[in-house]
Each structure stands twice: as C-alpha cells, then as structure tokens.
C-alpha cells in the first residue's frame, strides 16, 4: 500500500504524455502507456495544496476519500467541510469526530487578534461578496456592526449574529424615510444566518489536533453555506499563525464545492502561507476557474476529471499543458475528453509533463454511526429508544463509544429526567440552550401531540418556548429549569401576559414551590405532571 520516502499510494498511472519521433527528425506529442506505474503521493511534500476540478459523478470525490484516507493513515489529520453529507464513510475510516454544523458554529463576530474596524471592514466585504451588496448598503451594514460593537462592550456581552440583527432593527427603528427600506432588505439577508450556527463557536485549538468532519446540509442556502466556510477558514487562519513554522503538513482542510468561495482571500491567505506551518488545502470544483486562482496557482497537484463545457475544457487543457505548444495543448485536451469515470489527468509540479491517473476505489460504505446518532438526537429522543433504533444496524459497543464521543465534542447533549412517565436519560442534539430546557420543551411539544393539540416550539428570546392553539386561542407555554433570576422570569412572564391570553409555566419539580408563591396568578405546572398542561389548555376559555 505505501511506497519509500513517506509516499502513499491513491491510483495507477495509465499513461504519460511524451512525444515520438518521426520522419525528417519532427516529433510531437502523445500519450504513452505506463506499465506496474502506482500513482503515489508524498505526505511529506512542501506543498500541500491538490485541487480536484470535474464534472458531477465523475469521481471527484471518490479521489479525495482516497488520498484524505490514505493521507490520514500515514499520520496527517483532515478537517472536511462537508456541504452532501457525502464523506460519512470516509469520517469512519479516519476515525473523525462528526460536527453538525447548524448546532457546531462559527461566531463571525469574534475579533480574532483584529480590532473592531478591521474585523467591522473585513465582516462588511464578506457580506458584501456573499449577498451582492452594494455600496451604500455596504456602508450602513458597516455602521450597524460598528455599534454592535460599542454596545457589547459597553455591556460587557460577546457580539454575535443576533447582536447584530437586534442593532439592525434598531437602526431601522430610528431611520429616515431613504435609510428604512436598505436596513429592511439587510434585514432580510441576515435572516439567513440568524441562527445558533453563526453565535458561537466551535473550539479550534481542538478542532486541529485530531481529524473532523463538518456536515454542512443543515445550513440550507447557499450564502450560509458560502459564510460559514469563509469563516471557519478565517478561524483556521488566525490559529494557524500561533503555530510553530513547520516543513511536514499535519493537517488538510477539504473543501468540496469550493466554488461556493470564489476568488476569496483568505483561500490565498492558506494557500500561501499554510505550508509553513504544515496546513493544505484539498479543493474540489466542478470548474477550475472557480476557484480561487492562488489556491490554483499554489497547488502542488491538479487533478482534472473529464469535462464536456467547451470554454472549460479549453481552459484547463491550456492550463496543464502550460500554454506553449500547440501539439501538447492538442493532445491535453484530446486527454481529458477521453477521461471515463474514475480516471483523471494530473499535473505535478514536481514532473514535467501530466499523467493519466486510475484512482483507486474507496469501498466503504457511505455511513456512519455518529451521523445516525446525530439525526436520531435532533428532537430529543430517549436512550432506550435510540438504541432500539441503531441496534439494527450497529453493534452496542460501538454505538455506546460513539455517544460518548459525541457528548465529549458538544455534538449531542444529555440530561436525565428523574421522575414522570418521561423519567430516564434523554440526548439531543446541539441544544440551543441548556439540554435540560430544550429536551424538556421538545417533551412538552410532543406530549401535546399525543392530546392531539396543534402546537409548535418557538424557544427563542423573541418568544415563548411553545404555542399552543386550542379553542381559538394562542397560549403561551415556558420551561423554567429553575436556574435563572427569579426578576428576569417576572420581566419575561410580564411580557407574553400582553400578547397571549394564558401563560402556562411548566417548571423543574425541584422548585416548583419558588415559582408558585413568585406567581400565584399564573399557572404553573411540575414536570412530572406534564398531563395538567394538556388539562389546562383543554378547560373553557373564561367567559
């Protein structure tokens, strides 16, 4: 499997291109067979970077699961930001801890070692390429964030994307007739990437010390995707220049679907300094010109897989074949239309002409017992049940240590009901608050159902945990896990009493005693008794 001198093998070489000589002393180029020719890759090189360009289904990323999985085996960690859920086996292989990234986030707004209007500039370009802002849009986005910042320094609150939606309609508030519609279309965009993804932040120091794999689908637009890879690069990126100068890689960051950045920055920021401190990047595209041209220009390996877009083709053929002779560009390009599935045209910058490349194929199978677990943990899910579930396809020791692993990488979360027909331990996934308030408010959704009452969990702070609808009537329903301040409970009481007609408050057994004597009006409702709530709702509306 591995070669001398820290090579691995990912393929077999079919064929290099070369040339014959021919009458009166003439030659041009052709592609000649290569016999028992593996096709390997240094793990030690100084330049780590490798873009993969191709089609959709012509291997991609069967190639990249190889050299990621091979790469890993002969020492090296990967990071994949994984857009399709498509690298679940490869994570097993590697032995990756799975993130989810709608509950696993990157808060934008940390300063990082800038300073407020370096990061308030560099956040404003970023929006500004991801969401085609223009420039007066730009400078008012620019303002707001520039305010958030006072204001939670002021108040001694770490910024982050709500932060900066609260300002926003703040400003829309006190806006002049020209200003209002531009912070309601900013408004908007940020609605996007309003969520727990984008407020706080995964721990980098750990994330590269060992191998990750980050499961993108759960952010379901483009620009959240497109976001969230620039600034977790970005976060790669200042970690990076902590580190020791090194000559050997230790860790790749794959990218698939790269395009999603464009010519962005901080691509070329990686790709030129990354292999002093031992990062590269492995990006795939389905078209080179994609990508960012000094991730392009910097990597020591281009692998190109068949393409049939003429302006394409004619690109990357001029591109490996280095723009000079026309019979080399002839015969690039005659290549890479000739490419079948599974087979690509490499360019080294260690050779002097490109190969033909078979690599070899990545058999295991494309899932994961952590993902499952993850999916499983989504709306909160009971142990007895979530073995029953993955028992029917993963052995018990295996899920017991991925669970473990999980609770210990902040991806699922657990908390034990002590007594009540929902008595026993409960995980989800990525709570957006404590794990004992968000199961318990996901137990209280499903145990309406059950009443077969319509209701919905809410569980923001713009709104209560739960609406329940029953007799024409919208009501209000919060779990009190007993933790916060008792005047902060009465502010957040006081409000939903003006817009909701009943306020039902289900509370810790614990300190069900506090809440009934704060709010003798109200009813309040142990855990364990979670039936009155549906009694409740159920009686008349008052006359």
Avoid at 51 to 72: Q, W
Wanted: glycine share 8%; with cysteine.
């Amino acid at each position: 499997m591995f070669q001398k001198n820290n090579s691995v093998r990912v393929g077999k070489v079919v064929c290099r291109l070369g040339f014959n000589v021919f009458g009166f002393g003439g030659f041009r180029f052709r592609w000649n067979r290569a016999y028992l020719s593996g096709f390997c890759i240094n793990s030690k090189r100084m330049n780590p970077h490798i873009t993969v360009v191709g089609e959709s289904g012509v291997g991609k990323s069967n190639a990249i699961k190889i050299i990621v999985e091979r790469l890993c085996q002969n020492g090296a960690n990967a990071i994949i930001l994984d857009p399709h859920n498509e690298y679940l086996g490869a994570a097993e292989a590697i032995s990756a801890g799975i993130y989810d990234a709608a509950y696993n986030g990157i808060n934008i707004f940390d300063l990082d070692g800038m300073s407020e209007r370096e990061k308030a500039s560099e956040l404003s370009s970023m929006f500004r390429r991801n969401f085609r802002l223009g420039d007066v849009q730009t400078y008012l986005l620019y303002r707001c964030i520039m305010n958030m910042y006072s204001y939670c320094g002021q108040q001694g609150k770490s910024p982050n994307i709500h932060g900066l939606a609260q300002t926003i309609r703040v400003f829309k508030a006190n806006a002049k007739p020209g200003e209002k519609g531009i912070l309601e279309s900013l408004e908007r965009r940020m609605s996007v990437i309003e969520t727990a993804s984008f407020a706080k932040t995964v721990n980098i120091d750990n994330i590269i010390k060992s191998s990750s794999l980050f499961l993108l689908s759960g952010l379901h637009t483009a620009e959240a995707q497109a976001i969230y890879l620039e600034g977790f690069l970005r976060k790669v990126y200042a970690k990076m220049l902590t580190l020791e100068k090194t000559g050997h890689p230790f860790l790749y960051v794959v990218i698939d679907e790269a395009e999603k950045l464009g010519d962005n920055p901080i691509l070329g920021k990686i790709a030129a300094e990354g292999r002093k401190y031992g990062i590269g990047i492995i990006a795939a595209a389905q078209r080179s010109k994609s990508v960012d041209k000094d991730l392009r220009n910097n990597s020591s390996l281009v692998v190109s897989f068949y393409q049939r877009e003429p302006e394409e083709l004619n690109y990357i053929s001029n591109f490996i074949s280095g723009g000079n002779e026309l019979g080399r560009f002839t015969e690039v390009k005659k290549g890479l239309r000739g490419l079948q599935k599974g087979y690509a045209m490499v360019v080294d910058s260690g050779q002097k002409e490109p190969f033909i490349v078979h690599f070899d194929r990545f058999e295991r199978e494309n899932k994961s017992a952590n993902f499952s677990i993850i999916q499983l943990c989504r709306p909160g899910i009971r142990r007895q049940e979530l073995y029953a579930t993955l028992l029917k396809s993963f052995d018990e020791h295996e899920i017991s240590n991925n669970i473990d692993q999980l609770l210990a990488n902040g991806s699922v979360a657990s908390y034990m009901i002590e007594k009540g027909m929902y008595a026993g331990t409960w995980y989800m996934s990525g709570p957006r608050n404590s794990a004992e308030h968000d199961i318990c408010v996901s137990i209280i959704n499903r145990h309406l159902g059950t009443w077969k009452i319509y209701n919905k969990i809410y569980n923001s702070s713009y709104g209560p945990d739960v609406i329940a609808f029953a007799s024409g009537r919208k009501i209000a329903i919060e779990y009190e896990t007993g933790m916060k301040n008792i005047n902060d409970t009465k502010e957040m009481l006081n409000k939903r009493l003006l817009y909701y007609p009943m306020v039902i408050v289900v509370v810790n057994d614990r300190f069900h005693g506090v809440y009934s004597e704060s709010f003798p009006t109200l009813n309040i409702v142990k855990f364990s008794e979670i039936d009155d709530v549906c009694k409740t709702i159920r009686m008349p509306a008052a006359a």
